[in-house]
């Protein structure tokens, strides 16, 4: 079982195919992280905003990235406000800290008060991304699980069980890996992570899992050191 774990959320996992979010999706993912946190293990959550927006989707409309991205950041601290709801829904004490000063609504991230509240039991959710544009959520989530030290990213995906050679929903015969280095993902040009949080993770010797979330049980077999997907360190 690890110490203290990282969950990596898209926003798209928070939603049935859609924009937004969906409440049932959100209830079945805070009975999950409660379940595996009962075990003992502390947890953090980074989520995504691509449900609601994108910066690079709005720079592609002709707006401004810069400013496209911070929407994205914001549209992150919706989805934290979001899984923070449901998690106290069902008694689990959160906090969620954002990257961007917004007193009336979260806490500023400040890296000892994040281990701090791991320490008491809470599950700590960090929006707002990097807090700068041109950073996605997946460098968020390596940066602050250096950060907090983590013992592992836990990347869970919407549908896929792991990292394939190619798009396995494309290609029959798409082969799925189940350990894989950092230099692995760069040489092979394979899509699980930008390449600036690939580099990070591998400078941290941050270890990585990715796995279907869409599985009910996998946040707690994935907690518990179970390969259930593809590992990367």
């Known amino acids: 079982m690890y110490k203290r774990v990282l969950l990596k959320l898209s926003g798209e996992a928070l939603s049935?195919?859609?924009?937004?979010?969906?409440?049932?999706?959100?209830?079945n993912l805070a009975e999950e992280i409660?379940?595996?946190?009962?075990?003992?293990?502390?947890?953090?959550?980074?989520?995504?905003?691509?449900?609601?927006?994108?910066?690079?989707?709005?720079?592609?409309?002709?707006?401004?990235?810069?400013?496209?991205?911070?929407?994205g950041m914001l549209a992150t601290i919706i989805n934290a406000l979001a899984i923070q709801s449901s998690l106290d829904s069902i008694g689990v004490d959160t906090r969620v800290q954002t990257s961007i000063d917004m007193p009336k609504v979260a806490e500023p991230f400040i890296q000892r008060r994040a281990v701090r509240h791991l320490e008491k039991g809470r599950v700590v959710i960090f929006g707002g991304g990097t807090g700068s544009p041109y950073f996605s959520t997946d460098t968020t989530a390596a940066l602050r699980a250096s950060e907090i030290k983590?013992?592992?990213?836990?990347?869970?995906?919407?549908?896929?069980?792991?990292?394939?050679?190619?798009?396995?929903?494309?290609?029959?015969?798409?082969v799925r890996y189940d350990?894989?280095?950092?230099?692995?993902?760069?040489?092979k040009g394979l899509a699980v992570m930008d390449s600036?949080?690939?580099?990070?993770?591998?400078?941290?010797?941050?270890?990585?899992?990715?796995?279907?979330?869409?599985?009910?049980?996998?946040?707690?077999?994935a907690v518990n050191g179970e390969c259930i997907g593809t590992v990367i360190e």
């Not at 195919?17 to 209830?27: A, H, I, M």
């Not at 983590?150 to 798409?174: E, F, Q, R, T, W």
Request: aromatic fraction near 6%; charged fraction near 25%.
């Open 16 to 27: 049935k195919g859609g924009n937004n979010f969906d409440p049932e999706v959100l209830k």
């Open 150 to 174: 983590a013992d592992i990213i836990l990347m869970a995906k919407n549908g896929v069980d792991g990292v394939y050679s190619a798009d396995p929903k494309k290609d029959p015969n798409a």
């Open 196 to 221: 600036t949080a690939t580099s990070m993770c591998m400078d941290n010797k941050m270890k990585l899992m990715v796995f279907n979330m869409n599985e009910p049980g996998n946040i707690l077999k």
């Open 179 to 187: 350990r894989l280095t950092y230099m692995d993902l760069l040489n």
């Open 34 to 71: 409660k379940l595996a946190q009962s075990q003992g293990t502390q947890i953090a959550v980074v989520v995504g905003g691509g449900n609601f927006i994108r910066g690079k989707t709005v720079a592609d409309l002709g707006m401004d990235r810069v400013q496209g991205d911070y929407m």
